[in-house]
């Protein structure tokens, strides 16, 4: 079992729909969350961090559930522009090694 | 912001050759960390550096090292090429004494390519 995995993808869905994204980790000592986002041949860039308290920013809502072990992204009103690789990203305790999913392809389409 | 600045952008080598990548941290950032993604795949952790010594082991292989250096800079040396090296290698960087988070923050990355 991979130590973080994502839901499969590609997602296609049009504009405006929600979409939301699932993520598992098995490392319970695990202490940073993250959802980045990569572009085709570009580099990963940070879209949020994950609190337990979960957190909101603008569109896109995370959720982070530590008994579960699964972390959350949801996608409101989707944009042509937010077609993209989501990676969930998971740091472990002391912070210097970050595992990342495989990613999550997502295609918003007119 | 300055961002993290990785060169070159795109290098071309052949089998059995050696290649060296560079990686400038953002400002104030005292941790690196190298990730390297083939096509289709994440980005798979290399190694890293806290303050200059080295702070976590991955997926590097023996032919590669790194390090580094006093103004923070990193660089990985990868030796003895093979095919299967041809990759996109991300460097990104963190502060672990912000007192946040250990968000990290990629460079471009390079495209490294060997024939």
């Known amino acids: 079992r991979k130590e973080v995995e994502q839901d499969p993808g590609p997602f296609n869905v049009p504009e405006g729909a929600t979409v939301a994204f699932n993520c598992t980790y098995s490392?319970?000592?695990?202490?940073?969350f993250f959802w980045y986002r990569q572009d085709c041949r570009k580099e990963p860039k940070l879209l949020m961090s994950v609190y337990s308290s979960g957190n909101e920013d603008g569109r896109f809502t995370a959720q982070l559930n530590r008994a579960s072990q699964y972390i959350s992204l949801l996608i409101r009103d989707s944009k042509l522009s937010d077609s993209a690789t989501y990676l969930c990203?998971?740091?472990?305790?002391?912070?210097?090694?970050?595992?990342f999913g495989a990613g999550t392809r997502l295609f918003v389409k007119a | 912001a300055a961002g993290v600045i990785q060169s070159p952008r795109h290098l071309i080598k052949e089998k059995r050759e050696t290649a060296t990548l560079k990686c400038y941290p953002i400002?104030?950032?005292?941790?690196v960390y190298w990730y390297q993604q083939g096509p289709g795949q994440d980005p798979q952790f290399l190694i890293s550096?806290?303050?200059?010594?080295?702070?976590d082991k991955g997926s590097i292989p023996d032919r590669f090292s790194a390090q580094q250096f006093s103004d923070y800079h990193s660089e990985l040396n990868m030796s003895s090429l093979e095919l299967g090296d041809s990759a996109l290698y991300f460097c990104?960087?963190?502060?672990?004494?912000?007192?946040?988070?250990?968000?990290?923050?990629f460079g471009p990355g390079t495209r490294l390519t060997v024939l």
């Open positions: 490392n319970s000592a695990s202490q940073s």
């Open positions: 990104a960087s963190s502060s672990q004494t912000s007192g946040s988070t250990d968000t990290q923050y």
């Open positions: 550096f806290y303050e200059k010594m080295q702070s």
């Open positions: 400002p104030r950032h005292d941790t």
């Open positions: 990203v998971v740091g472990g305790t002391g912070g210097f090694k970050t595992i």
